[in-house]
């Protein structure tokens, strides 16, 4: 009881929902940022997560004091966190693939819920996090990773493993499944030149590219899974905010949206639409000229 009484004594306060949301933030930022060092292990990315998470609660004026929240807080909250979203997402589509007539988007949100109560004996609390995370292409391919590891029967640690990260935009992955990850000079050199265009969309935008790269060299990984990422991409660029971007930024949106709209309305009428040549010939640019490319199919 000593014992229990000292730990809880040691013990930071409850985190509140916008520490969640920020903590969310911290990680997709630091799993997204492709100007990271190769063989980043799990440690040293939740120092980079603890940093930013504290730069984003201060920015939001959270009052958040570094001492009460510690990396391996941050770690431990984070397990939590992503293991019940993991859940929840699972749940949700299991209502979504019911196909029920009639049933609204909050419909299938209520009956997640009940579901996953009635597995867990919980309720998901963790709804604002599930809504950061959800659509975000590393979230999906870091929850696939969970879920393909505990299919498997495998007794390894599967946060540890997931959490380690393997190349520069932290897929997890083994280096004979993932395409090259961007050079550290060519990543150094885009950043540089992107000092004008929202940090998010970039950031976004490349990171769909690396995931549908990674997804399409991904054995585990089906064509449907594929198509939705890059329908998240497509997504994510087309609800881009350009108000503040320079004319440089704003034009390579605008293009992107443009190529986005051609190819659903080649689609609709049943034409071929070819955004690109089909060749990449600098495995180091995130943006070619003719933009970010998703291709089901691509290898490198």
């Known amino acids: 009881t000593r014992k229990k009484n000292m730990s809880a004594a040691k013990r930071g306060p ?5 520490e969640d949301e920020s903590l969310c933030e911290a990680w997709l930022n630091c799993s997204q940022d492709s100007i ?3 063989q980043q292990k799990s440690d040293t990315l939740y120092e980079r997560v603890f940093e930013t998470f504290v730069e984003i609660c ?3 004026g959270l009052g958040n004091n570094p001492g009460l929240r510690a990396p391996s807080g941050i770690k ?6 992503s293991k019940a979203c993991s859940k929840f997402a699972g749940n949700l589509a299991q209502v979504i693939n019911r196909q029920r007539s009639g049933a609204t988007p909050q419909d299938n949100i209520n009956e997640a ?20 995370l959800q659509n975000a292409p590393k ?12 299919s498997s029967g495998t007794k390894r640690k599967l946060v540890e ?24 000079k060519s990543s150094k050199t885009i950043l540089e030149n992107r000092s004008n265009l929202s940090k998010s969309s970039m950031e976004l935008a490349a990171a769909a590219k690396q995931v549908a790269r990674a997804a399409a060299a991904k ?6 899974k594929i198509a939705a990422i890059n329908r998240l991409a497509d997504t994510t660029i087309m609800t881009t905010d350009t108000a503040n971007l320079s004319d440089t930024a704003r034009r390579y949106i605008e293009i992107q949206q443009k190529l986005i709209l051609e190819k659903l309305q080649s689609d609709a009428s049943g034409g071929h639409f070819d955004a690109g040549d089909g060749e990449d010939n600098d495995e180091d640019e995130v943006v070619s000229d003719k933009g970010v490319e998703f291709l089901d199919s691509e290898e490198d």
């Open 14 to 18: 409850n985190w509140t929902n916008e």
């Open 36 to 38: 990271v060092g190769i």
């Open 58 to 60: 201060n920015q939001k």
């Open 76 to 81: 431990a909250r984070w397990h939590v966190i």
């Open 113 to 132: 819920l009940i579901l996953y109560k009635k597995d867990t004996n919980h309720s998901f609390t963790h709804m604002t996090s599930f809504r950061i």
């Open 139 to 150: 979230w999906i391919i870091y929850e696939s990773n969970l879920k393909d590891k505990t």
């Open 161 to 184: 493993d997931t959490d380690t990260v393997e190349n520069d935009d932290c897929v997890p992955s083994t280096s004979s499944q993932i395409s090259r990850p961007l050079g550290v």
């Open 219 to 224: 054995s585990k990984l089906t064509k449907e």
